[in-house]
C-alpha cells in the first residue's frame, strides 16, 4: 500500500514539473510565478457545506465574511454541518479563533501537549477540546493577550466555583472590548494612547474598561471592529456571525501574519489535458492569469485516478486517489476550480509554498454594462468612506460636501455620516463596475462622489458612487456643451476636450441620463479629473443647467486624504 502511494506520488510530481515547464518556458512573454493547488481543498469545501447559511440565502449580511474565514481554515463549523451564527463565542474560543488567524494553530497545539504531559496521571483530561483550549491559554498569556490571574482561573478545575464579575471564565462569552483588545495585539496593532476622535464619538465610550482603550482605538482605527449607530456596545457578548465579519475585516493583518499575498489578474486560459498511464488516468489544469502587473501567473491543478482493468470510457465518474485542487469562490458559491471561466477577473490568496489557497472571483467573465436608469437625484455628495456597514446597508462617510451652485459645501460636522446603500447601487472605479461589497475590500479610505435619491420613505438613498483615484486633481467647470464623439465633448467656454465613460454621473432635470442624452449647446457644471496615468481629461459629474450660471468656477482644488 505504501509503494503504491509513493507512486502515485512521485507521478504527480514529476508530471506537473515537467508540464509546467515545457507550458512555462513556451511562452514568449513576461512571465510571474507558478502556483499549484493543495491536497485538501477537496476536504475545506466538504467542511464549509454550512446548511444553516445556505437557508438565509444570498444577502445574508454576513456569509462571504463566514465563507471566507472557513475557506482560509480559521472559522469552523459545528455539527450537522451548521455554523449557528446567532450563537455568542466565548473566550476561548475567541482566542482559538484569533490564534488560528494569525497560523499559530500548530504551536498551540504543541503548547497543549507539554501542558497535558506534565499533569499528574489522575489530573489529565479525557475531553481533546479541554486539551486543545488550554494550548490556546498558554499562547495567550505568554504573548500578554490574558494576565497570568486570568490563565490561573481559567485552568481552574471547577470553573463554577469562580466568579464570573470579577474571574476570567474561560467558557463565558468573550465581550466585545475583550475581542478588540485580543485582536489588537495578536495583530501587532500599535495601541493608541494620545486622545483620539474614534472612540470618544460613540455614545457609550465610557463604559469602555480603561485599560483596554489604547487596543480599541487600534482596531476602530483599522476598521476591523466598528459600532452601530454611534454605539460601541464593548461590555456586549460578541455572536459568532459578527466574530466572521471582525476577522474578515482584518484580513490584510491576517494574510501578512501568514506570509500570505492577495494579487489579482483576469484568467487569459483554461487548458485541460488528460493522459493514462500505468493504470492511471491524469487530469491536468492549467490556468493562466494575466496578473496586475501584467506578467502572467500559472496555477496547475491535478487529479490521479485509478483506472480498472480494461476500462475503455474514461469520461465515467471515477473517484481521485490525489488530488491538488484550489478553493474558488464565485458569485457566493465555494467550488472547485471547475467553476472558474475565461475573462474571469479574480484576486488569489498564495502562500510562501507557492500554493494557492482560495481564488474569489470579483467579476464573473465580463458582465455587460447596465443602461443609466431614469432615476430621480436630489443630491451630489463627495466624501470620503470610512466602511460599508453590509448589516444596516449603510455607507459610513466623513468629511461629507454636497454640491451647489457649482461647488462643494461642507454638511456634515460631526464626524460621520450614514448614507443608505442599495444592493443594486452602481459603483465604479474608474470605468469599472464593481459590487457594493467590493468596497470594503479595496476602497475604505478613498473619496468619492455619490449621487443620491429620495425615495417615498423621504430617506436619501445612494444611486451611484464614484469611487476617485486619490493621485487625480479635481476642478470645477462651467460653460456649453458641444459634443464631438460618443466618449468625447468640448467646452465652448474653455475650449478644452473631456472623456467621459459610462461611470460618469450625468443629471438633466433631476433626473439621471445616458451620455446619448446629452444635447448640443447644454449649459453644465462639471466636475473633472486630471487623469495622471492617461494624462487626460474626465468628466466624472456633469450636471445640466436650465439657466446660466452667475459665475464663471475654474479653481483647482487639491485633495487631502
Keep these: 500500500m505504501f509503494k503504491s502511494i509513493l507512486k502515485i506520488f512521485v507521478v504527480f510530481i514529476c508530471t506537473a514539473f515537467i508540464f509546467n515547464t515545457i507550458i512555462v518556458s513556451a511562452v514568449d512573454q513576461p512571465t510571474g510565478d507558478t502556483y499549484t493547488g493543495v491536497e485538501k481543498a477537496v476536504d475545506i469545501l466538504k467542511r464549509i457545506e454550512f446548511t444553516d447559511i445556505e437557508a438565509l440565502g444570498p444577502d445574508y449580511w454576513a456569509r462571504d465574511a463566514i465563507y471566507d474565514m472557513a475557506a482560509l481554515s480559521i472559522i469552523k463549523g459545528k455539527e450537522k454541518k451548521t455554523f449557528d451564527g446567532s450563537a455568542p463565542v466565548t473566550r476561548i474560543q475567541a482566542l482559538a479563533l484569533i490564534y488560528r488567524a494569525i497560523g499559530k494553530e ?11 504531559q506534565m499533569r499528574q496521571q489522575n489530573d489529565k483530561k479525557i475531553n481533546s477540546a479541554e486539551v486543545w483550549a488550554d494550548g490556546y491559554l498558554q499562547l495567550a498569556v505568554k504573548d500578554g493577550l490574558i494576565t497570568q490571574q486570568q490563565f490561573d482561573d481559567a485552568l481552574a478545575y471547577d470553573q463554577t466555583a469562580l466568579n464570573p464579575q470579577k474571574d476570567f471564565i474561560k467558557n463565558a462569552p468573550a465581550q466585545r472590548q475583550e475581542i478588540g483588545e485580543w485582536m489588537a495585539k495578536a495583530l501587532g496593532l500599535t495601541p493608541v494612547y494620545t486622545q483620539q476622535n474614534i472612540l470618544s464619538g460613540f455614545h457609550d465610550y465610557k463604559a469602555v474598561d480603561p485599560s ?14 466598528k459600532g452601530n449607530h454611534n454605539f460601541l456596545y464593548p461590555q456586549d457578548n460578541i455572536l459568532r456571525e459578527q466574530m466572521a ?12 501574519k501568514q506570509a500570505f499575498t492577495k494579487k489579482y489578474g483576469y484568467i487569459e486560459s483554461i487548458t485541460e489535458t488528460s493522459k493514462r498511464e500505468k493504470g ?61 471561466e475565461e475573462n474571469d477577473v479574480i484576486e488569489y490568496i498564495v502562500d510562501q509554498n507557492h500554493q494557492i489557497k482560495v481564488v474569489r472571483v470579483v467579476a464573473p467573465e465580463k458582465r455587460a454594462e447596465q443602461p443609466v436608469k431614469s432615476l430621480s437625484i436630489s443630491s451630489i455628495y463627495k466624501a470620503n468612506i470610512y466602511v460599508y456597514d453590509a448589516y444596516d446597508s ?8 454636497k454640491f451647489e451652485n457649482g461647488q462643494w459645501v461642507l454638511t456634515d460636522t460631526n464626524g460621520y455620516t450614514a448614507l443608505k446603500v442599495k444592493q443594486d447601487t452602481a459603483v465604479y472605479t474608474g470605468n469599472t463596475r464593481i459590487s457594493v461589497q467590493d468596497i470594503n475590500k479595496y476602497y475604505t479610505d478613498s473619496e468619492a462622489y455619490i449621487a443620491v435619491g429620495r425615495e417615498n420613505d423621504g430617506v436619501e438613498r445612494a444611486i451611484y458612487i464614484i469611487i476617485r483615484d486619490m493621485e487625480d486633481v479635481e476642478k470645477l467647470y462651467t460653460g456649453s456643451l458641444r459634443p464631438m464623439s460618443a466618449a468625447t465633448f468640448k467646452l465652448r467656454k474653455q475650449n478644452i476636450t473631456f472623456r467621459y465613460g459610462d461611470s460618469a454621473i450625468i443629471i438633466k432635470d433631476g433626473q439621471a441620463i445616458g451620455r446619448d442624452k446629452l444635447a448640443t449647446d447644454d449649459k453644465i457644471y462639471m466636475v473633472a479629473n486630471w487623469r495622471h496615468h492617461a494624462e487626460e481629461f474626465a468628466a466624472d459629474i456633469i450636471l445640466v443647467q436650465t439657466e446660466e450660471p452667475a459665475k464663471d468656477i475654474n479653481q483647482q482644488k487639491k485633495w487631502k486624504k
Excluded at 487529479?303 to 480498472?308: E, H, Q, S, T
Excluded at 449603510?394 to 460636501?401: A, F, H, P, Q
Aim: hydrophobic residues 45%.
Design 280 to 340: 492511471q488516468m491524469i487530469k491536468t489544469t492549467l490556468i493562466k492569469i494575466r496578473n496586475a502587473e501584467e506578467k502572467i501567473d500559472y496555477v496547475l491543478t491535478q487529479r490521479i485516478y485509478a483506472l480498472p482493468d480494461n476500462i475503455l470510457d474514461t469520461s465515467q465518474d471515477l473517484a481521485a486517489i490525489h488530488q491538488k485542487e484550489i478553493i474558488v469562490r464565485k458569485e457566493g458559491v465555494y467550488g472547485s476550480s471547475e467553476l472558474l
Design 245 to 256: 465579519q471582525v476577522l474578515k475585516n482584518a484580513e490584510k493583518f491576517i494574510l501578512s
Design 106 to 116: 500548530t504551536e498551540a497545539k504543541q503548547a497543549a501537549a507539554i501542558v497535558e
Design 394 to 401: 449603510d455607507l459610513i462617510l466623513n468629511n461629507l460636501k
Design 212 to 225: 483596554k482603550t489604547p487596543y480599541l482605538e487600534a482596531v476602530l482605527k483599522e476598521k476591523i471592529m
